[in-house]
């Protein structure tokens, strides 16, 4: 049985985060490459690109002002309008 | 010769009707019951009589029987004790009688020579409607949710306090887990409506309902008798003059500290006594965390988010304490604040950890006034004057020797500002071999560590230990916070 609770918080973020869809093939699907600016991050994102480029995807590629800051909200909505899904290379 | 509880209107929340003529309610586990059975059977060939019973439906033989055992007309007419009968016409109650009274019955009945073998009186039991064990699921059945925050389902195999930890609404201790029943009964500590809205709560500044400090008030484990209290709290701590935002984003250590006064204290059970700052009251551990977990949940202010503190105190888990007033020699200290002595009051104080003062050996006024003038001239750092209040908690022991010496409040006061003045010379930068201080314009001038108002008095603590202590405060004044104290009404 499932217990109810009630939100304590303001209610300005969802209760539950909803996973957006898989994809089911990377044929056609533009991959954005998000570098958050740590070192040797492009050296990995560049043998990403040329995997994803092989099975068909196209590729763009983007970068955060630096990694200690949340990526700017500008280059969040970039990347949300323009690709499929986004990989991040995270540390380092 | 009974029917069944769903021939009543499916809506759960409309108050059910009854039929005219005598109405009885009653339950078998009730030996009141069992003994007026046979009185009710013998009144259903005199009069019109309707029997609902509560627990056993074939209960009791020989009447025209309604099953009740979904207490929804016992809920609806507020029926406290079985038995209980009425008298009902033209579908109104017009007299009612609680437990086996004769006379009552008889007169109720206007049928006379009830129940013969009878004793005279015989007192009933507790409605199941009222039984404190259903009393608040009945409650959400019956009168309909009025409860308007958003429901959050925990699945079967989800631990409820892991997915609140999870969604980040709890400052990292359990929590008691806000069901609507909990939620609901908490309410019942105001008269105040649940929508109605408390304050614009820090930082995210979003408006915060009776409803929702219920809610965080359930969380940090209140008593609904607290929540009063909980409400002052958090209208006092989003004023413009205390400044909750700031005391959050502050790098330095303080958060609100709640100091109770009025009858509420011992009302609620608060303690002012022995280990009045530390753990083992009810009252005083939930009362500040509920402020707390207001201003995180409802307000967004997280520690290492809005909340910037360097180092942050225990306190910030919820401080909050009773001032001893029945045993204090001075004005409660509400009354600095131009409240009467007796009235119900909160005082938020932008404050970090209590620190002890030792006097063992002062046996006059003068003495303990240096002790404590030393420790308050050593708050933060010599140096650092003007720019903080301080609450000064003077325990029973020290209190009594400025009671058998006669000093008012405002004489100890008064000598403690006199004793934390303090030489410019040695306030300036590099004074004392220490690079931070004042600049050299202080030089040659008297400086009072505190303002005016700056230094605030309490008494509290247990019987026995000549200690008191200083809660230092925050930065003050405009740019700042000040002390807030507010009313706390039902």
Known sequence: ?92 | MSSSPSDSSSDATVKPPLPDGIVAFVKRDCPTCELVAPVLASLAKDAPLTVYTQDDPAFPDGVARVDDTDLAVSWHHEIEAVPTILRVEGGQEVERALGWHRGEWEALARVPDLGPGLPELRPGCGSLSVDPSRAPELAIRFSGSTLKARRVEIAELEDEQEAFFDRGWTDGLPIVPPTEARVLRMLEGTTRAPDEVVATVPPDLAPCTVEKVAINAVMAGCKPEYLPVVIAAVEAACTDVFNIHGLLATTMSAGPVLVVNGPIRNAIGMNAGKNVFGQGNRANSTIGRALQLVIRNVGGGRPGEVDRATLGNPGKVGFCFPEDEEGSPFEPLNTMFGFEAGTNTVTLFPGEGPRTIVDQIARDPESLCHVFADALRHMLTPKMVLAFDVILVVSPEHSRIFREAGWTREDLLKRLHELTLLDGDDLVRGANGIAEGLPDSVRGNQVPKFRPDGIRLVHAGGGAGLFSAIIPGWANGEMGSAPVCKAITS
Do not use: N
């Open chain 1, 1 to 92: 049985m499932t217990t109810v609770l009630l939100d304590p918080s303001s209610e300005t973020v969802p209760a539950e985060r909803v996973r957006a869809d898989r994809l089911e093939a990377l044929t056609g699907k533009t991959i954005g490459l998000l570098d958050i600016r740590k070192a040797r991050g492009d050296v990995f994102l560049d043998q990403l690109e040329e995997r994803l480029t092989e099975r068909g995807a196209s590729v763009l590629r983007y970068a955060k002002p630096t990694f200690t800051k949340p990526a700017p909200i500008d280059l969040r909505h970039e990347i949300a309008t323009q690709c499929d899904a986004v990989v991040e290379a995270l540390a380092d």
